[in-house]
């Protein structure tokens, strides 16, 4: 388990990453995601999968309606409005399960809570938005701070770092010292390395083996591998047979330090982490 020893404070529960470590599940309300778009694009499938997931042991469920696929182009607010705010409200009011919202938008975000979303997941780390930082310290409401190089359309076509590691550690760092500024609680931040964001093969593997280093962060660290195409080139499968490939990499994530694990398939991902839970506990 990592160096971070806690609870992630939500308005009216605590999620506590001190003793296992913790399953959010996916739920993309697009017709264009890397994964599974369009599958759950339509509100009620979107709600009958969202109940699923939670019933599978998601800890988290996290709604997003805008792909943020390499080179994908942005939607109006208006539309990511239209395709989460029924299926948050609706998820809101059967499950005690919280439920994150993965959007970089503060109208997004702040229609969200208010529809009986807990948290923010934001892919830009509040760069794209400062008025997110206003919004999450509105609702009290825990934030995700990833990195990325560049934007969605353009992060993949050529990502380059000097010194990898470094270089996100140093600017996860700047964004928490950023959003404690801005009046959000430390202990309500979360960080995420971003696999997949502007990041090689070879980068993408880099962090998940030095994943323990994010831990002088202090904050609980989220990793989102699922079904990503680095585990495809890897394999030579497509996006459909990715899931040992995730299940190895959720495993070793967890053995270097990640508290949360992003992940599509709850019903298999529940087990590997469990498991992986007991074997690092072990004396």
């Known amino acids: 388990m990592s160096g971070f020893r806690g609870l992630i404070r939500l308005r009216d529960q605590e999620l506590d990453c001190s003793s296992r470590t913790l399953v959010m599940g996916v739920l993309n309300v697009t017709p264009d995601s890397f994964s599974d778009g369009g599958r759950f694009y339509d509100p009620v499938k979107a709600i009958q999968h969202g109940l699923k997931l939670a019933r599978d042991g998601a800890d988290i469920i996290d709604v997003g309606g805008e792909s943020t696929r390499p080179g994908s182009e942005g939607i109006s607010v208006q539309e990511e409005m239209r395709r ?12 005690k399960v919280p439920i994150s919202v993965d959007t970089y938008k503060s109208e997004v975000a702040e229609r969200a809570l ?3 979303a807990a948290m923010v997941n934001d892919i830009s780390a509040m760069r794209f938005d400062p008025r ?3 919004v999450v310290v509105k609702y ?9 190089l560049g934007t969605p359309k353009d992060m993949q076509l050529d990502p380059s770092y000097k010194d990898l590691l470094g270089e996100i550690l140093d600017f996860l760092r700047s964004r928490i010292e950023w959003a404690v500024s801005q009046g959000i609680l430390e202990d309500q931040i979360i960080v995420d390395p971003g696999i997949g964001f502007g990041k090689t093969l070879e980068h993408n593997l880099s962090l998940i083996k ?3 280093r994010f831990s002088c962060l202090g904050r609980p660290i989220l990793l989102g ?3 990503k195409s680095f585990i495809g080139k890897i394999l030579g499968v497509g996006v459909d047979q990715r899931e040992e490939g995730t299940a190895a990499t959720v495993a070793l ?9 992003r992940v599509h398939d709850v019903a298999r991902m529940v087990p590997v982490v469990r498991v992986t839970d007991a074997v690092m506990k072990a004396p």
Do not use: K, W
């Not at 989460?84 to 499950?95: F, R």
């Open 140 to 148: 009290e409401a825990p934030v995700v701070l990833m990195h990325m």
């Open 225 to 227: 591998t699922s079904r």
């Open 253 to 261: 994530g967890i053995c270097n330090g990640a508290n949360i694990v």
């Open 132 to 134: 997110m930082a206003e």
């Open 84 to 95: 989460v705010i029924p299926v948050i409200e609706a998820l809101a009011h059967e499950l």
């Open 210 to 212: 030095n994943l323990s």
């Open 114 to 116: 208010e529809a009986g």
